[in-house]
C-alpha cells in the first residue's frame, strides 16, 4: 500500500477517510477478511466497505500487483490457454540465444517437471513416452507424491536406453519411491509382425497393462523434419517422402498428424512399441512439452487433435501459435484424432 499519487486534483480524502480506507484495505487484501466482517467491526453497511475499497483503489491507496518468477510469461501463457482451450498452458520465456537452433530447450523440462509436482497426486500411474523434452524434464525432478511410473513407447535407439526413456522412468520412480514399468525395446520395428511379437514379451506386456491406468501422462512433439523428430530421423528416404505425401505436420509418440490434427499415416503405429491414439485419449491429464520456433507448427497440429490437456512451451512457439489460423475445437472436448 502506498499515499495517494501527486497531482490528483479534487476529491482528496480528508484524514479520518484515509485512515479508515486503509485500514479497511488492510483487513480485506492482506489479512483475507470479507467484506461482512469488516462492515461488523468498523459499524458500516459492507455496501459502504465496497465503496471504500473501489475508491481506495481509485486514487492509488491501493496497488495491486501480481508477479510470477521472471521466466514465465503469465499473459502469453493465459491467452493460449483460452485459445487451444487447455487445462494448463505454461510459457516460458525463450532463452536469449537462437531459439531456431535448439527446439525444446532445457528449461522447458524444468518448469514441466514442478507442473507435474503440482498434477501427479498419491496413487496415481504417471506415464512418460519418448522424448528429449521429457528426458530433461525427468532429470529436473525432484519432489513427486508416491506413484507408478510407466513407459509409454519404445526407445528411439535400444543402445542409448539407459541414457534415454528407461533412465527417465527409473529416476522418476526415485523421485516418488513407486514402482517402474520401462519398456527395454525400440520405438520403430521393421514390420507389424516383429512389433506385435515384442508387444506379447512379457516385460513389454507388462507395461502395457497399465496403460489403461494412467492418469498423468508427458509427451513430447516433433515436426516432420531431420532432427526435429525422432520417428522421421529413424525412416528411410522412400518412407518420410509417403508419409509428407499424406500432408503429415506433427509427430507424438510415433503417431502422425496434418495441419488441421487429424491422424495420418496410421500404419506407421502398426510398426511401433507405442500408446495407442484412443488410450491417449482417455489418460485424464496428458502434457505435451515442446518449445522453439521450428516446432510452432507441429504444437498447434497436435493441439488441435484433441489428445492433448496442459501445455508447456516457449515464447518462441507461444508467439506463432497465438497468431495461427482460426482458433480450434478445444482440447478439452478430447476430440476424435481420426477427425470423425
Known sequence: MTGMSAGRPALRMGPAELV????MARRFYLEGKSKIQIAEEFGVSRFKVARVLETALERDLVRIEIRVPAELDAERSDRLRARYGLRHAVV????????EESPDPENLGEVAADLLGELVTEGDVLGLAWGRST???????????????????GVYDAGTAERGSVEAVRRAAQVSGGEAHPIYAPMLLPDSATAAALRNQTGIARAFEYFDKVTVAAVSIGSWEPGISTVHDMLSDEERAHYASLGVAAEMSAHLFDAEGRRVGRDLGERCI??????????????A?????????AIDAVLRSGLVTSLVTDTAAADQLLEAGPAPRPALDRADPDGA
Open 20 to 23: 479508515q480506507a486503509a485500514a
Open 92 to 99: 516460458v520465456e525463450s532463452p536469449a540465444q537462437a531459439v
Open 135 to 153: 528426458i530433461h524434464m525427468a532429470a529436473a525432478l525432484h519432489q513427486l507424491p508416491p506413484c507408478t511410473v510407466v513407459q509409454l513407447t
Open 289 to 297: 512439452i515442446a518449445g522453439g520456433q521450428r516446432k510452432a507448427a
Open 274 to 287: 507405442t500408446v495407442e491414439a484412443d488410450r491417449l485419449r482417455r489418460i485424464p491429464e496428458v502434457v
